[in-house]
Nanobody
């Protein structure tokens, strides 16, 4: 049983920052890939950022240079630091974790709303 719990969402003004957290019930060291996805109203869920067990990080072009994904193995937590937020960043943000031989897991999501 793996649980992923997101937190840190909220309503902010454009240009401000938020830091999202994803707390896992299992050691995040056991996951091959962890990441963040988001889904805005009327749009398809899209990849935001990923981090591998080897610490390779990738970002969507729309957030590159503004968002940073990181992890703290001791706390079993993955973070998404979001700076210079834009109204287009408004979405529900979901944490994702993958074990190659065990499948993937999703959190319940946290709402981020950015007003102009």
């Amino acid at each position: 049983q793996v649980q992923l719990v997101e937190s840190g969402g909220g309503l902010v003004q454009a240009g401000e920052s938020l830091k999202l957290s994803c707390a896992a019930s299992a050691s995040i060291f056991s996951f091959d890939v962890m990441g963040w996805y988001r889904q805005a109203p009327g749009k398809q869920r899209e990849l935001v950022a990923t981090i591998t067990s080897g610490d390779t990080r990738n970002y969507a072009d729309s957030v590159k240079g503004r968002f940073t994904i990181s992890r703290d193995n001791a706390k079993n937590t993955v973070y998404l630091q979001m700076n210079s937020l834009k109204p287009d960043d408004t979405a529900v943000y979901y944490c994702y974790a993958l074990r190659e031989n065990d499948g993937g897991y999703w959190g319940q999501g946290t709402q981020v709303t950015v007003s102009s």
